[in-house]
């Protein structure tokens, strides 16, 4: 009797020290909500799970026939400071006239420092901050256009030469015709839900690699919006004085005021014609943003007149220099065959004014 009582409380302690692992493993993921009997896939390390919010995660996005949602992951860790995820969805479809139409969209995260080359360093911060993107909220030190998007992270994660490591998000949606390609939504949800899917993938890959911070990043705020739609009567771009063009050349073109605030500002100019960028300019003041530059502003002014350290090089203008105690950075991307230096200079002290700095360029006024 003895014995089959023993028996008993040893079965009964091993089912209730299962149920203990079970529970305790249960707390552990709810809280990351990542309950694991709910059925619902996650990605990027664990930062989004399927029917989360935005379309790419839902399961409409799987009605269509043969359509399926791939993923692919590889995590940072301490001793390997970069990772990817991408999440890929794939369908195919019969038009009305009969014709097969392949519909694809891939969104893809990487954690890693900022490019090392100083050219494609300067077209990647542009890329991301420039043109139509907007701050992210929380005074996050990044941005977002609402299909890519940017975050700089604290220094604690800066790779081992000093650059500072970033999370980018990008995405890509297109319907593939026999003879044509169309461009389409990627199903992110808009700004706000970029935002909020860029700081959960930052948080997770922060821990994967050993540099998270005792609080969690946060983007809870509402971003803020364009200041005003792209404009394509003018002769004076972005409101700013010495951004001339003559009524002929001005008809061939197109700009896009962004961010206007006192970390950011971006005025950028295309040709209507399909021949892409006649000129982005951009000036970034947060100090984790600004630090994106540190090492490829050169070491001497660029040229006579100007003040700072900066480079003029055929595809880029890039100028730092000290605004009240912060860098302030002025860059101007643009094809060399365009003459740009009387836009850059008049851009850069534009910005310098409009924040209370003294002239960057020569024959600027602090009036």
């Known amino acids: 009797m003895k014995q089959l009582m023993g028996g008993a409380r040893r079965r009964a302690v091993s089912i209730g020290g299962a149920v203990a692992v079970l529970v305790a493993a249960g707390v552990g993921t709810w809280a990351t909500d990542t309950w694991p009997f709910d059925g619902k896939d996650t990605y990027c390390w664990g930062a989004w799970k399927e029917d989360s919010g935005p379309d790419f995660l839902s399961g409409d996005a799987l009605d269509e026939d043969n359509a399926r949602r791939t993923s692919k992951e590889t995590a940072p860790t301490p001793a390997r400071q970069r990772g990817r995820c991408t999440v890929a969805l ?86 593939v015709y026999s003879d044509s390609t169309m461009s389409g939504d990627a199903g992110l949800g808009g700004s706000q839900s970029v935002a909020r899917l860029l700081v959960a993938a930052a948080n997770h890959a922060m821990e994967k690699a050993g540099c998270a911070p005792a609080k969690p990043l946060e983007a809870v705020s509402p971003m803020t919006t364009l200041p005003e739609d792209d404009e394509d009567f003018f002769t004076r771009a972005c409101r700013i004085r010495g ?32 021949e892409g960028r006649y000129f982005d300019a951009l000036m970034v003041a947060q100090p984790r943003l600004s630090a994106l530059f540190d090492g490829a502003t050169g070491s001497k002014a660029p040229a006579r007149g100007w003040r700072g350290t900066g480079v003029f090089a055929d595809g880029y203008k890039v100028v730092q220099a000290d605004c009240a105690g912060r860098p302030l950075t002025v860059l101007m991307l643009a094809p060399s065959l365009r003459e740009t230096t009387p836009y850059f200079a008049a851009f850069a002290n534009a910005v310098a004014r409009r924040v209370g700095c003294a002239p960057v360029a020569p024959g600027g006024s602090s009036r």
Not at 250 to 272: I, K, P
């Open 90 to 175: 794939h369908s195919e479809r019969v038009s009305s006239g009969g014709e097969k139409v392949v519909e694809e969209t891939e969104i893809t995260v990487t954690y890693g420092p900022a490019p090392e080359g100083a050219t494609r360093r300067m077209e990647w911060i542009g890329g991301y901050l420039g043109d139509r993107a907007m701050p992210l909220p929380d005074g996050l030190p990044g941005a977002t256009d609402g299909r890519h998007a940017l975050l700089v992270l604290p220094k604690g994660c800066d790779a081992r030469d000093g650059r500072p490591t970033a999370v980018t998000l990008d995405s890509m949606a297109r319907s």
């Open 243 to 274: 951004l001339e063009f003559g009524k002929e050349a001005a008809r061939d073109l197109e700009y896009q005021v962004g961010a206007v605030t006192r970390d950011l500002q971006s005025c950028s100019v295309r040709t209507q014609r399909g």
